[in-house]
Every structure is written in structure tokens, then in C-alpha cells.
């Protein structure tokens, strides 16, 4: 089992983390897409550019991304030109409204969404160039045994983006942050969702998040190589670069 402190998002619930994260997302995928961006103030789409240009180095043709949600990712993996993308996740509440949004922007035969779970995925080993995860490894029961799975499924050569949020160190973004995550975040987010727990979740699962040098020792314990980050916007979130 992982080492790290689980983190879930209902206190009061005896169901797994994996369950209760499925739960939250079904719960709050209706507003999920406008309150990401809001609450990022839009910045969350440069990071995803960031990282998509890193594993464009790689010329990937087959991507899979992991805890796609609605498939922000995986339509940013577009811009490489792949074969095709896959996503997969474990809230059909999410993948629901991603599917909706790919048949409006015309994107259903490049980008095929399905459920799946990170820590037991449901494909061959060495089956993609290139793996993203966004903002979704921070909610794996296991830590190490989703980790493990993405090494498995990924082709000798091929490239792992992990983007995640960290904790900045530096003033004044580390008290500004602060203040914003852990009391502006959950209040509007409750507003807007009408659910109270995602949103108090999010900063808490920050918080005992295994980031910068701790998350690259994990990385490469299950076999990922040249390991590498990126912080972006003063260290808010953090890019995690693995090969096989």
C-alpha cells in the first residue's frame, strides 16, 4: 500500500477513496468544466499547453490520458496529431459530458472516452507513446500502483506527463495561494456545484500530495527513467516528466 496519508473526500462515507472520488465527480460534473476555469482564472490551459508541447518531442501517435474527466487533455493532445487519443476514467458523470463535448467540437474519431480505472487499466502492456495525467494522480487510492500501471501500459520509448498542483514556496504567491485554496476555493465552489466536500477536498488532497522531489522518487520506484519537473506559475503546479 501507499505510504502517503489518504485523503478522501467524505469523511463520514466507509466506501473506498477510489468510490468516493467516482462519487464527487459524478456530483459535481454538470458544473465542473466552468468552475475549473473559473477558479483557475483560465490558467489551467497554459499548463496543459506546456506539457503537451514537452511530450510533442516525442512525436506520440498513440496517447492515452488518464483521469481524463471531460477531456481537456486529451483534446489538447491534438495538437500532435496523433492517431489517436484515449481517455479513461473512473466517474461516468464525467466521461458523459466529455463524450457530449466531443461530438460538438467534431472530435469523436480522434478522441475515444471510456471508464477505467487508473490502478487497473484496461490495456495491454507497452500499448501508448505517451500517458497524461491532469490533476488526477493526487486522487489515486494507490499512489504507486497507479504509477505502476502507467509504466505497464506505456511503450519502450515513450513519455509520461504528470500535471499536478504543488504547494508555492515562495511570497507573496504562497500566502496569496493559500488563502485562495483553502477559504475562497471551497466557498464558491460550493456555491456554484452545490456540493461542499469536492471543494474542501481539493486543498486537503493538496496538501498531503507527495510533490517535487518526493513524487520523482515514486516515479522512478516503479520504473520510470530520466525523471524531470516543471513548475509553472510560481509553483502552483508542478510538471512531471517520466520516460520507459
Request: aromatic share 12%.
Amino acid at each position: 500500500m501507499s505510504k502517503n496519508k489518504i485523503v478522501t473526500p467524505f469523511k463520514d462515507s466507509d466506501s473506498s477513496k477510489k468510490e468516493q472520488v467516482a462519487e464527487m465527480f459524478d456530483n459535481i460534473s454538470h458544473r465542473y468544466d466552468f468552475l475549473n476555469h473559473f477558479l483557475s482564472f483560465g490558467i489551467d490551459k497554459i499548463w496543459r499547453k506546456k506539457a503537451i508541447k514537452i511530450i510533442g518531442r516525442y512525436n506520440p501517435k498513440l496517447i492515452l490520458d488518464i483521469a481524463t474527466g471531460t477531456g481537456d487533455f486529451a483534446i489538447e493532445a491534438l495538437r500532435l496529431n496523433p492517431e489517436k487519443v484515449i481517455g479513461v476514467d473512473i466517474s461516468n458523470g464525467m466521461l458523459d459530458k466529455g463524450r457530449e463535448k466531443m461530438i460538438k467540437k467534431g472530435f469523436e474519431d480522434k478522441i475515444t472516452l471510456r471508464n477505467g480505472d487508473s490502478e487497473n487499466l484496461p490495456f495491454d502492456d507497452n500499448s501508448f507513446d505517451a500517458i497524461t495525467v491532469g490533476f488526477g494522480v493526487r486522487n489515486f487510492e494507490n499512489l504507486e500502483k497507479g504509477l505502476a500501471e502507467m509504466y505497464r501500459v506505456l511503450n519502450v520509448g515513450g513519455v509520461s506527463a504528470v500535471l499536478e498542483f504543488s504547494k508555492p514556496k515562495n511570497f507573496p504567491i504562497k500566502q496569496s495561494y493559500m488563502i485562495y485554496s483553502k477559504y475562497i476555493m471551497p466557498k464558491v465552489g460550493k456555491t456554484i456545484s452545490k456540493d461542499a466536500s469536492a471543494y474542501a477536498y481539493l486543498p486537503e488532497s493538496i496538501d498531503a500530495f507527495p510533490e517535487g522531489k518526493e513524487f520523482l522518487s515514486i516515479y522512478e520506484s516503479v520504473g520510470f527513467t530520466n525523471v524531470s519537473k516543471v513548475k509553472v506559475s510560481g509553483g502552483i503546479a508542478t510538471i512531471y516528466i517520466g520516460e520507459k
